[in-house]
């Protein structure tokens, strides 16, 4: 059963509010595209051939020069960078793209999104969950700033990572979705000068234009890192027909180069966690991490699912921690993916409880 589905009791109680549900369960955006990409979308709407599958020209530097720009990642060459139909695609058929199968094992971190597990799943490689990994691996994910917990690995960390997974032969798979929303702390990339000192061997960068631009409906994401790798997986998505549409791409083209709807969009979640995080603490709830990302990790010291309920009761739709791994039973997530009336409302929800 896919998760959420377990949530639709919760769900029909919020719904009944009378001011209605806010839902905060799930990270999918809710404002409106930028017009400079939506422009850039019709534009390129008359496109009857297929579309080329490591990407146009354009977005192959446009993938490389935001990734300069926006987060100091130097030295990538035009073989690094493969745009891909959004990233939980590419997450959840990485480890079949790359060969792994039943003789290798996929670390994922103790709380974690759940289709790095899924990935492993269809490959038939194992899963361990850790965040100290020890024994050789053929992949490790991380991800920071951390879907659920927003928590964020210093350049330090992330070094100490790469370092054990080279030395085993591990694929070091970075989930950088969240990289552009660091609050308290700055995240940084592992393709960074400061992490990888150039080297990006062995290294995959997974970005996602879903949250910094809204793009979740158009599926658009890509990869970065290591040529060899990145080749290798351009090679098999060639096979397979993994290609983003042609008008897609010109709309990446376009997100990726315009900085401004960026900026505007990180200023609207930002005002969003102003408000939502202390009312939940003046509401009893201790955040844990959240330092980054579009989540709040929120605990009221008690079962998830009784956290889930009570907020419910409120007319509020959260995640269970359980989604994410066992660690997270006594959490919720909390999203800020609602427009500011609904997190307005959950505020007020919270203040008269």
Known sequence: MF???????????????PDGIVDLS???????????????????????????????DALRDAMRAALARRYGVTGLGEGAVLPVIGSKELIAWLPTLLGLGEADTV????????????????????VLRSDAP???AALLYLNSPSNPTGRVLDAARLRELIAWARDCGAVVVSDECYLGLGWDRQPVSVLHPSVSDGDHSGLLAVHSLSKTSSLAGYRAGFVAGDPALVGELLAVRRHAGMMVSTPVQAAMVAALTDDDHEHDQRQRYARRRAALLPALRDAGFRVDHSEAGLYLWATRGEPARATVDWLAAR????????????DGAAHVRVALTATDERIDAAVARLVTR
Request: glycine share 12%; hydrophobic share 45%; aromatic share 8%.
């Open 26 to 56: 799930v990270g999918t955006p809710v404002d409106a595209v930028a017009p400079v990409i939506r422009a850039a979308l019709a534009a390129a709407s008359d496109q009857p051939g297929y579309p080329t599958t490591a990407g146009t």
């Open 107 to 126: 670390v994922v971190p103790e709380l974690a999104y759940p289709t790095y597990e899924v990935g492993a799943r269809l490959s038939g490689s194992a």
């Open 134 to 136: 020890g024994n050789p």
């Open 315 to 326: 007319g509020i739709l959260v995640a269970p921690g359980e989604f994410y791994g066992p």
């Open 3 to 17: 998760p959420w589905d377990t949530l639709a009791e919760a769900a029909a109680t919020a719904r009944a509010h």
